[in-house]
Nanobody, 126 residues
Framework: QVQLVESGGGLVQPGGSLRLSCAAS????????IGWFRQAPGKEREAVAC????????YYADSVKGRFTISRDNTKNTVYLQMNSLKPGDTAAYYC???????????????????WGQGTQVTVSS
């Protein structure tokens, strides 16, 4: 069974940092890309970042470029999202996802993903 479990969310002040983790199991992790997405109340789920199977390619939404960093450790079956300089607009539930079929590189389209974690809440507030 494919499983993705996010952790690391919480309450942080503007300008602060958090590191999210996505622990994967049930599939050959190092063959698949991983995406991070987020969804705030009343808004559509939007892409944050993605990383290719080897970690050689990464892509970011314009809203987080320069502030967030995606990485992966294939020996631990874990993907990370380091979030710095957090803003109130970053408040959302954050999800990691992987496709049913492996794809070269990675995609920032949520429609290319088939398996999703349950999410971890990030709240940025003073």
């Amino acid at each position: 069974q494919v499983q993705l479990v996010e952790s690391g969310g919480g309450l942080v002040q503007p300008g602060g940092s958090l590191r999210l983790s996505c622990a994967a199991s049930g599939f050959p992790f190092d063959w698949y890309p991983i995406g991070w997405f987020r969804q705030a109340p009343g808004k559509e789920r939007e892409a944050v970042a993605c990383i290719s199977h080897s970690g050689g390619s990464t892509y970011y939404a314009d809203s987080v470029k320069g502030r967030f960093t995606i990485s992966r450790d294939n020996t631990k079956n874990t993907v990370y999202l380091q979030m710095n300089s957090l803003k109130p607009g970053d408040t959302a539930a954050y999800y990691c996802a992987t496709p049913d079929e492996t794809i070269a590189g990675c995609s920032l389209s949520r429609y290319n993903y088939d398996y999703w974690g349950q999410g971890t809440q990030v709240t940025v507030s003073s």
